[in-house]
Every structure is written in C-alpha cells, then in structure tokens.
C-alpha cells in the first residue's frame, strides 16, 4: 500500500472505507449525477498530512465512506511544491486524482474537513497551526481539455478544492490558465490577493 499522500491509489480498502480508482476516463462531467467531486491531495501535500483524512472521518463518526478516485489523463494543478529537506519528493502525478462521493455522504465529510486543524512544521523546528477552506470552483471539464476534445459551452464540472491556511496566509487556487493551475500562498489582509497582488506587482515594477 502506498502512504496515502498519493491518495488514488488501489488497494487502500478498509473496514470503514471503500476505495475504487477509475482510469481511463472519457470525460468527467457524466459522474457528477452520481458523486459529489472534490480534490483533497493539496491537503496531503502542503501540510504532510501522512494519514488517510476518510479513515479518520469513517473512524471518528463510526460511519462508512464509498471513496472513488478518478485519475485524469493528465495533473490537474502544478505540481512544484516545496517539500523540507530530507524528506522524499511524492511521484509526479499526484495531482491527477479527483475525489467524488455519493451526495448522500458529501456533507458530513465537508463539514468535517471545514471545521479541521492541523499542525504542520514552519521548515525550521516549530509548529504551525493550519485550518482547512473548502472553495467551490466550476471549470471546464478537465478530461476533455487535457485529452485536446472539443469541450461544449456547457460541459463545465463543480470541483470542490480543500485548500490550507493559517492566521496569516491561504492557499490560492488560480483556475484562470489551465490546467494545470497553479497554487500559491498569499498573505491576508494584504492590498490585493492573488491575481490582483500579481498585478499590482507587475504595475510598480513598470
């Protein structure tokens, strides 16, 4: 079994967690009837988190989740995060995996992902403490752009994206270009956040 930082691997089934990756997708829009969809590895790998976050949910609410893991043809985010050193860099491709629930089970899982904490190394000896965003985002269906197929006007997929933060900073998902996005930390209560920091950026160096 890998370590489920490389959440999408088979054969991670529990007692109190199905899991089930699907490959080999034509496209992603057609399961969303069925599954909620969301990306839960910028959890894993921003903060190290080196646990599986379903076998906690099922574990700590002494329930069931039904995990599939679509794996896309290509990654859905740019992969360049920094990880401390001596520690193993995960596989490339780790962002290719979507995670998709029944409806039924999408809730309490996201209310829980809300509402958690975790502590994470500062890449010297302390501890920060990180607290988890859910941020819906409607793109266009990634399978059908990264497999070059026309996309219709209205083949667009609700991706829910946990995304890190802390009292200072927040992960900011950039979905503009792409994919793959990219992901970055930006401060809060700064001037401007994400593309308009950028921007402001760019204007004072001109």
């Known amino acids: 079994m890998k370590e489920p930082l490389y959440v999408g691997a088979a054969g991670q089934e529990s007692d109190s967690v199905s899991q089930e990756t699907r490959p080999e997708l034509q496209d992603l829009q057609s399961f969303a009837k069925d599954y909620s969809l969301f990306f839960v590895n910028t959890m894993h790998m921003y903060l190290r988190i080196s646990v599986s976050l379903f076998e906690l949910y099922a574990r700590q609410f002494d329930t069931r989740l039904d995990v599939v893991h679509f794996e896309l043809p290509q990654p859905l985010l740019e992969e360049d995060v920094r990880h401390p050193e001596g520690v193993k860099p995960p596989e490339p491709?780790?962002?290719?995996?979507?995670?998709?629930?029944?409806?039924?089970?999408?809730?309490?899982?996201?209310?829980?992902?809300?509402?958690?904490?975790?502590?994470?190394?500062?890449?010297?000896?302390?501890?920060?403490?990180?607290?988890?965003?859910?941020?819906?985002?409607?793109?266009?269906?990634?399978?059908?752009?990264?497999?070059?197929?026309?996309?219709?006007?209205?083949?667009?997929?609700?991706?829910?994206?946990?995304?890190?933060?802390?009292?200072?900073?927040?992960?900011?998902?950039?979905?503009?270009?792409?994919?793959?996005?990219?992901?970055?930390?930006?401060?809060?209560?700064?001037?401007?956040?994400?593309?308009?920091?950028?921007?402001?950026?760019?204007?004072?160096?001109?």
Not at 111 to 124: F, I, N, P, V
Not at 172 to 196: D, M, R, T
Request: with cysteine; charged share 25%.
């Open 93 to 206: 491709g780790w962002s290719r995996y979507v995670q998709g629930l029944p409806h039924d089970q999408w809730a309490g899982f996201r209310a829980w992902m809300e509402s958690s904490r975790w502590l994470a190394s500062d890449g010297k000896d302390g501890k920060i403490l990180y607290g988890c965003t859910a941020e819906d985002v409607q793109v266009r269906d990634p399978v059908k752009l990264q497999r070059m197929q026309v996309v219709g006007i209205r083949e667009f997929v609700d991706i829910t994206f946990f995304l890190p933060h802390n009292q200072a900073s927040r992960l900011y998902l950039n979905v503009k270009n792409g994919p793959p996005f990219s992901c970055i930390y930006v401060q809060k209560n700064s001037p401007g956040e994400g593309e308009a920091a950028e921007l402001f950026k760019k204007l004072r160096q001109s």
